[in-house]
Every structure is written in structure tokens, then in C-alpha cells.
């Protein structure tokens, strides 16, 4: 059964620092991966989706890596600023499954 | 604008009563589904839905029922056996790159 893990669960930054976030999954065998901000009481928004031919995708400040030998993707963000404060999330989907998701990674950029 | 919308944002229940979140979607997905988020917990998947008068039971079904007669809708109800209904539902669509597009949330207390 494909289980998610996200490191670190909690990490605060001073702004304007570069940061990386990681996401590890026990089968190789994904079809894509996706990462997600949650803001409290708020619901998922999408950043990025990695089909399992790509390395990596960017939009804007955020790039994402995929390496699905490792089991491993990583969230960059650039120059950090207190609006990325927020839960960040990834997800992964195996060929013909559910996503399953991480526990999240709690983010806070002091200003 | 295309996007998924929830009703109620809040909802009070009290024991014994069944009540209905609504989970409604103008994004032409075939694909929908439930989520529910606990604090300190990921997401588990309640109920989903590949096309209209289809659905399956997810991780955590009991206490929950749905429906799927239109394609635009996947109605969620909480029944008087779901003894711990307080949480944060989640309802979701997947778009045909295989992504998931997340609604804004019901937050259900039991009063």
C-alpha cells in the first residue's frame, strides 16, 4: 500500500530565504504527483502536477522535482514572503488509484 | 469562472439527525470526491465517483452515504451512524490531466 510521508512537518523561515520541501513515497510506480497549499479553514489549492515523465514543473517562485527511482519530490520555493505561510501538501497516484495524500508540511515565512 | 463549489461553509448538526453537504461543479470532470480532514490528520477518502450513477466506497465510509445523478453533482450525506462527524469535508474533482481540483470546504460540528 503507497504511503506518504512529508519532511519537515513544521518549519519557520525568516522572509526572503529559499526553502525546500520534501515528500517521500514508499512505490515508485506513480502515475503523477501533485502539491497543494492549504490555508487554515480554507481548501486545496493546486501548485503543481508532475506526470511521471517529467522531472520537474515551475510556476513562477515554485519549482517541484520528481524522482521516482528515489521515491522522492521536493518543493522549492524562491525568496519566501509571509503570504507562503500556509500547509503544504503532496500527493501522489499510482496507475488505475486514488491519490494518496501526505500529513503536510506546516509553513511559516516571519517577515 | 470553472470551479467547485461546497454549501454549507458551516454546518451544525445535531445527534441523531442526518444532513446533506452539497458539492457542485461546472468543470465538465467526470471524476469526484470526498475527503474528510481531521486537525493533525491527513486526508482520508470517504466516498468517490468515476462517472454519473457510479461511486465506490472509499477509506472510511460507514456512517456516509452519497448519490451521483448528474455529472455536475455529488451530494454528500451524513448519517445519525457516523458517530464522530465533526471535521472538515473536502469534496474534489480530476480534471483529464489526471489532476484534482479542490472545493473551499463544509466544516460539520455535532451540537
Known amino acids: 500500500k503507497q504511503e506518504v510521508t512529508q519532511i519537515p512537518a513544521a518549519l519557520s523561515v525568516p522572509e526572503g530565504e529559499n526553502l525546500v520541501l520534501n515528500c517521500s513515497f514508499t512505490?515508485?510506480?506513480?502515475?503523477?504527483l501533485q502539491w497543494f497549499r492549504q490555508d487554515p479553514g480554507k481548501g486545496l489549492t493546486s501548485l503543481l502536477l508532475?506526470?511521471?515523465?517529467?522531472r520537474e514543473q515551475t510556476s513562477g517562485r515554485l519549482n517541484a522535482s520528481l524522482d521516482k527511482s528515489s521515491g522522492r519530490s521536493t518543493l522549492y520555493i524562491a525568496a519566501s514572503q509571509p503570504g507562503d505561510s500556509a500547509t503544504y501538501l503532496c500527493?501522489?497516484?499510482?496507475?488505475?488509484?486514488?491519490?494518496?495524500f501526505g500529513p503536510g508540511t506546516r509553513l511559516s515565512v516571519l517577515p | 469562472d470553472g470551479g467547485i463549489t461546497q454549501s454549507p461553509k458551516y454546518l451544525f448538526r445535531k445527534e441523531g439527525q442526518n444532513v446533506t453537504l452539497s458539492c457542485e461543479q461546472n468543470?465538465?470532470?467526470?471524476?469526484m470526491y470526498w475527503y474528510r480532514q481531521d486537525p493533525g490528520q491527513g486526508l482520508r477518502l470517504i466516498y468517490y465517483?468515476?462517472?454519473?450513477?457510479?461511486?465506490q466506497k472509499g477509506d472510511i465510509a460507514e456512517g456516509y452515504s452519497v448519490s451521483r445523478e448528474k455529472k455536475e453533482s455529488f451530494p454528500l450525506t451524513v448519517t445519525s451512524a457516523q458517530k464522530n462527524p465533526t471535521a472538515f469535508y473536502l469534496c474534489?474533482?480530476?480534471?483529464?490531466?489526471?489532476?484534482?481540483?479542490f472545493g473551499s470546504g463544509t466544516r460539520l460540528t455535532v451540537v
Open positions: 474534489a474533482s480530476r480534471d483529464s490531466g489526471y489532476g484534482y481540483t
Open positions: 500527493a501522489v497516484r499510482e496507475y488505475g488509484q486514488n491519490f494518496v
Open positions: 465517483s468515476q462517472i454519473v450513477n457510479d461511486f
Open positions: 468543470l465538465n470532470h467526470d471524476a
Open positions: 512505490d515508485s510506480a506513480i502515475y503523477n
Open positions: 508532475i506526470q511521471s515523465s517529467q
